[in-house]
């Protein structure tokens, strides 16, 4: 490892495959598609999400803090109590002033703001809950995982759309190899698989509408693609400079050894058709690695299945790569956790990594003729993995790349 | 305890996340680890179930306390109205067994 390399001592995950970091891995390991029937959807074209199941947060987190955490806040929390613990970290002993929380959060929380809207709406605004605010804007997830964990170093929360989970990471490796802290819980959480923000992507025409066949609607780079399917979650990872976490004696899952970030400054929704600023963001990755495309053994694609996003995905990394490695779609298994995604996707790609394993693609029936792409589908695939890519791209062209070495 | 004492626990167990068995009429609202907002929104969803706006009550104030408080200000109002609950015409809906003070808004979850 390089001085300036940053480890992963710690990951979280809550996702439609499960609560916790095993659940969901044996759930991608398994490409068993998670998306169902979701009856608060009954009355919208598209009636199916991905949704964690039976999390009860009253009896993970307890009644008296849940009740007044939206969704996203409890996942986010739920995840990063698992990575600390992962970690090794006691919170009682580290220095609360060095540890950060940078977490990825696309939007604010809806959960809440048809009720209240509506009472405001019919000219009841002094019903409003005066927490109506601050349950729901995405500082308030950081916030209360800093609260909770009694983290007082900087809490940011980041919001480049579906990208937000990466970008964060990308801002947590600039705080630690900047010193201003020395521990960092960061990743993504978002709550998105609700009625109303269904509604909201539906009508951009993002969402698949495979109606019949909803565990077939996530088919990213298949030819028969037709939008993604909206999921839930967070991926929380812990990271460190390795000085400190070989100091402390923690074990490193994997080591975040670069970062890039860019722009399309193409369109406000569609990405560029040639994937201009995903090959950007996957060549700066490489350049802050001092890695070249012949060192990555894998990427970890955005993979959204929208017949655009795959089409320029591909076309990105036949720039980056000429013949790209291995790749996997995870959004195929737990569908599209919007800012949670690059957090809980980075949290595989640490697995792969560690496990040399890459999780199948589910759904790939026919690859998409215009894309030749060796990516791996039907049962999981061993493999050597020395360095892999994780690819997060959000709508209005913000691109976020993470490169990820084994520990050792 | 009063009417008014059961309606400040319904609220704090059902709405706010408390366990009735640690709820006692000495309890202060500080003890239950209820912060600034969370007091504004116990006060939010007392002036919903009965149009009293809850005053003088703050994180030290015992659940006995603010249950005399809603009593004294709801007695005057229920004098006027000659009838008790108070509740709004557009509020008024049907009123929960043992929960003579408070009734519910009509909206479930709050």
Sequence with gaps: MRHDDIAVTGIGLVTPAGIGVDATWQGL??????????PELVHLDTDFTCRVPGFDAGRLLGRALSWRLDRFTRLALVGAREAVADAGLDTDDWDPARVAVVLGVGSNSLERYPQEFGRFNSNRPNRLSPLAIVRSVPSTVPAEVALNLGARGPSLSVATACASGTTALGIAQDLLRGGS??????????SGALPAVVACFQQ?????????DPAGASRPFDRDRDGFVLGEGAGILVLERAAHADARGART?????????SSDAHDIAAPHPEGRGATDAMQTALRDAALTAADIDHVNAHGTSTPLNDAAEFRALRAVFGTPPA???????????????????????????????????????????DIDLDVVRKSPRSARIRAALSNSFGFGGQNAVALFTTAT | MCATYDDIVGILVEELGQSREELSPETTFRELGIDSL?????????????????????????????AAALGDALAPAAARSGDRPLSTADDRAPLKAGNQALSAAGESGR
Excluded: W, Y
């Design chain 1, 327 to 369: 790749v996997t779609a995870n959004k195929s298994v737990l569908g599209h956790a919007l800012g949670a995604a690059g957090g809980i996707e980075a949290a595989a790609t640490v697995l792969t990594l560690q496990h040399q394993i890459i999780p199948p693609t589910a759904n790939l029936d026919a690859l998409d003729p």
């Design chain 1, 204 to 212: 951009m025409r993002a969402l698949s509408r495979r109606t019949h």
């Design chain 2, 38 to 66: 969370a007091l504004l929104e116990l006060s939010v969803i007392v002036e919903e179930r009965t149009g009293i706006l809850l005053e003088g009550v703050t994180h030290g104030s015992s659940i006995a306390e603010a």
């Design chain 1, 29 to 38: 390991l398994d490409g068993r598609p998670t998306a169902a029937t979701d």
């Design chain 1, 181 to 190: 802290c020395d521990i960092v819980v960061t990743g993504g959480a978002e």
């Design chain 1, 253 to 261: 899952r994997a080591v975040l050894a670069g970062f890039g970030s």
